[in-house]
């Protein structure tokens, strides 16, 4: 598929030399910043060109979170590595310590280099390591390549929301970004059919030719530095006016609409963690952190290790890979609900009640014995948990001002990747207590949704609001 067809063909530079302005409207009318200029707007063909050059990075990114829980398990059956449960707990999580050192150190690099930049050069890290782990040949080399996959994928995934956050009008902000989140869904279903169709149909090295596939983004990052623009608030802070005025003129014009003259811009303080804990930010950052920590916990300790956990309680590989491809494929009308409701019910409300259904969905799948039950409630789970997923990323970046918006996305991110590197360990624990079944396991990621969802009802409510300078 060409770059055109996808809606990212050639078009006038984003973030290249001013473009001519249109005439005034009026002589009289009202200054505005870039930001409220960028907010009045409606969804035009920027937006929806930024939305799919993001989203699909974030395709690239969920294929590949979601190929190593097939991976794993064809590696454990690989004669050459015949890896224990231990062993593929911690191909599992090695790469979620990446994500969790990669998410608070990109968010970082993001505040001071600019969201564009981070965005493209995480993407070259992890397709460079994910060609590095298809061709490893120890577990020693399985597991460096994985760790350096995770620091890839942690970095661009807050990233790549605060980017599209803060282009999107604020009235569709939140459906904006859920949508991006979806992307997700279209990743995983990827990462199922691939691990459906071609693990197991090409021999021994059925799981290294996967991991190649999972290298594509090292090509698309080409794509992606073109088509990408710089966050007009990170470019305003650098002082950067020109290419600022550029991108909002560039949006401006996809809807038609006359240029204002521009207020000048605030200059940002500087970026001070201990903000995020101070008086100002500590209740927010908290209830963030805590929801981050439940979801990440819970559906890292249930997606990773489905394909292995089906495949034990049903006694084949193949069937497993598959009924996980028919649950993955669920995610996408949660993550379409979600798109609907965060701007009819508001982040919070949306957010808390997909949780609760989350709870409920897995607590029902701890008990499931049928194909049947599995499929059903496992779809239901996969259904609510992603559209929390989406809600999550949008509600993240509006509650922070741009100074340190991509740092605390990172920060909260980090702190749910902490989550994800335990749960995935846990489970071997889980899965001995239950007698080898997966009910203990599910039941504990159940409890951890009703915390997630306990905390989420303490964040602030934004919706339709400007984001804060």
């Known amino acids: 598929m060409t770059t055109a067809e996808l809606g990212l063909g050639a078009a006038t530079p984003i973030d290249g030399p001013s473009p001519e302005r249109e005439p005034l409207a009026n002589a009289e009318a009202t200054t505005l910043t870039r930001n409220e200029r960028l907010d009045r707007l409606p969804f035009n063909k920027a937006h929806r060109k930024l939305l799919m050059a993001s989203g699909i990075g974030w395709a690239f990114d969920a294929m590949d979170v979601g190929l190593v829980s097939f991976v794993v398990t064809a ?254 494929i669920a995610q996408l009308p949660g993550y379409f609900l979600a798109a609907f409701l965060v701007e009819r019910w508001g982040r919070r409300k949306t957010l808390s009640v997909f949780l609760a259904v989350s709870a409920l969905a897995a607590f029902l799948f701890s008990q499931s014995a049928t194909v049947a039950q599995v499929l059903c409630f496992g779809m239901l789970l996969s259904a609510s948990n992603l559209g929390a997923w989406g809600v999550m990323y949008a509600v993240t970046p509006e509650i922070y001002p741009t100074r340190m918006r991509s740092t605390a996305a990172g920060a909260a991110a980090a702190v749910g990747r902490i989550a994800a590197i335990v749960a995935p360990l846990l489970v071997p624990w889980f899965l001995t207590m239950s007698g080898g079944n997966k009910s203990v396991a599910f039941i504990v990621f159940a409890v951890a949704f009703v915390l997630a969802c306990v905390a989420a009802l303490f964040l602030p409510e934004r919706t339709g609001e400007s984001l804060e300078d």
């Open 75 to 328: 590696i454990a059956a690989d004669p050459h590595f015949n890896l224990d449960a231990t062993q593929k707990s911690w191909v599992l999580s090695i790469g979620f310590i990446g994500m969790a050192i990669g998410a608070a150190l990109g968010g970082f690099l993001a505040d001071k280099l600019g969201r564009k930049t981070v965005f493209t050069a995480t993407m070259i890290v992890f397709g460079l390591a994910n060609g590095a782990m298809a061709f490893s040949w120890t577990l020693l080399a399985l597991l460096a390549a994985r760790f350096v996959i995770g620091l890839g994928l942690g970095a661009e995934l807050p990233v790549a929301s605060t980017l599209v956050s803060e282009f999107s009008p604020a009235k569709q902000r939140g459906r904006i970004t859920v949508l991006l989140e979806s992307f997700w869904a279209v990743g995983w279903i990827l990462a199922a059919m691939i691990g459906y169709f071609v693990i197991p149909n090409t021999g021994d090295w059925g799981w290294r030719w996967a991991l190649l596939i999972g290298a594509i983004p090292l090509l698309y990052a080409i794509v992606a530095r073109r088509h990408l623009p710089e966050s007009v608030r990170f470019l305003e802070a650098r002082g950067d006016n020109e290419r600022a005025e550029a991108s909002v003129r560039y949006f401006e014009q996809a809807s038609g609409v006359a240029a204002v003259p521009s207020k000048p811009a605030k200059k940002l303080g500087r970026i001070r963690m201990r903000e995020l804990v101070g008086r100002k930010y500590l209740g927010i950052t908290l209830a963030i952190w805590a929801t981050w920590f439940f979801v990440n916990f819970s559906y890292y300790g249930a997606f990773t290790w489905m394909p292995s956990l089906l495949a034990d309680q049903f006694g084949s590989l193949t069937k497993s890979f598959g009924y996980t491809l028919a649950i993955s």
